[in-house]
């Protein structure tokens, strides 16, 4: 499975923006999806994840109620939306899928990665 991100970029604190994820080769049915982040010096962590079907998701607490996932297995794409950005969401932001339907919120779990997407939020 190949994953790539797009849809980073520069925005103004409170602004918003919309991340995409692109799985292609073989195929990503039945995968778990998430996104991760990675502040400089800081360890990469957790920022939102769905289960296959979209019946579950989970938040990093820093971003419950400011970002949603969402998934379109028809195309294979899940989507993070950001909005009410802050400083503090500056970061590469990879999106990650695990071979199970099960979602899970540790790097380790996930066994494909994307190239990552710059996101930096101005103040």
């Known amino acids: 499975v190949q994953l790539q991100a797009s849809g980073g970029g520069l925005v103004q604190a409170g602004g918003s923006l919309r991340l995409s994820c692109a799985a292609s080769g073989r195929t990503s049915s039945g995968y778990a999806r998430a996104w991760f982040r990675q502040a400089p010096g800081k360890e990469r962590e957790f920022v939102a994840g769905?289960?296959?079907?979209?019946?579950?998701?989970d938040y990093a607490g820093p971003v419950k109620g400011r970002f949603t996932i969402s998934r379109d297995n028809a195309k294979n794409t899940v989507y993070l939306q950001m909005n009410s950005l802050k400083p503090e969401d500056t970061a590469v932001y990879y999106c990650?899928?695990?071979?199970?339907?099960?979602?899970?919120?540790?790097?380790?779990?996930?066994?494909?990665w994307g190239q990552g997407t710059l996101v930096t939020v101005s103040s």
């Open positions: 990650a899928a695990r071979g199970s339907n099960m979602l899970g919120t540790l790097a380790q779990e996930y066994d494909y």
């Open positions: 769905t289960s296959w079907r979209g019946g579950s998701t």
